[in-house]
T-cell receptor, first 111, second 114 residues
């Protein structure tokens, strides 16, 4: 088990709603990345935070946004939820340039 | 992901045999590679990594081989055990100074027969 924790474990929302997912990074890690994993697929990079600033973004619309806090924890916010947003959302923390270690994920279902 | 692919969707091996999982990557600029194991309902678990200045790295029961000439990566698991049953992903990163931006393949399922 890694020291990365995520909450909540599961979440059900309806189309058009907004959601906030949370992540606590492993001790000693200052970089947090978020990934979306659709069923049967590999994780897709959403964005990364380092020193509380976005440091790289994948091919996701602006309604996906995030924050990193001084204690290196992070939030992922998704506005105007769509059915295709249903997925496992993974948070990964690392040292700068080190291997990312993943949390257990949050399973989001959009109805 | 777009630039990392796995040749076979599933691999079935007998308990105690060695397993070899292969991965092709298309971006010759990638300089850091990681293998992850993902069990059902869990996040990906780090297995082993290798940087582009190496061609082989060994861990406990696992070996990663990197062939940059043909852009090929493999994971060898010695004496495969039932607990090794999972989906395995290879992932690559570019030398952007922040190796956390990983590009994953679709994954291969390893099934271990008792």
């Amino acid at each position: 088990e890694t020291g990365v924790t995520q909450s909540p474990t599961h979440l059900i929302k309806t189309r058009g709603q907004q959601v906030t997912l949370r992540c606590s990074s492993q001790s000693g890690h200052n970089t947090v990345s978020w990934y979306q994993q659709a069923l049967g697929q590999g994780p897709q990079f959403i964005f990364q935070y380092y020193r509380e600033e976005e440091n790289g973004r994948g091919n996701f619309p602006p309604r996906f946004s995030g924050l990193q806090f001084p204690n290196y924890s992070s939030e992922l916010n998704v506005n105007a939820l769509e059915l295709d947003d249903s997925a496992l959302y993974l948070c990964a923390s690392s040292t700068r340039g080190g291997a990312p270690f993943f949390g257990p994920g949050t399973r989001l279902t959009v109805l | 992901g777009e630039s990392v692919g796995l040749h076979l969707p599933t691999l079935s091996v007998q308990e105690g045999d060695n397993s070899i999982i292969n991965c092709a990557y298309s971006n010759s600029a990638s300089d850091y590679f990681i293998w992850y194991k993902q069990e059902s309902g869990k996040g990906p678990q780090f297995i082993i990594d290798i940087r582009s200045n190496m061609d082989k790295r060994q861990g406990q029961r696992v070996t990663v081989l990197l062939n940059k000439t043909v852009k090929h990566l493999s994971l060898q698991i010695a004496a495969t055990q039932p607990g090794d049953s999972a989906v395995y992903f290879c992932a690559e990163t570019l030398p952007t100074g922040a190796n956390s931006k990983l590009t994953f393949g679709k994954g291969i399922t390893l099934s271990v027969r008792p």
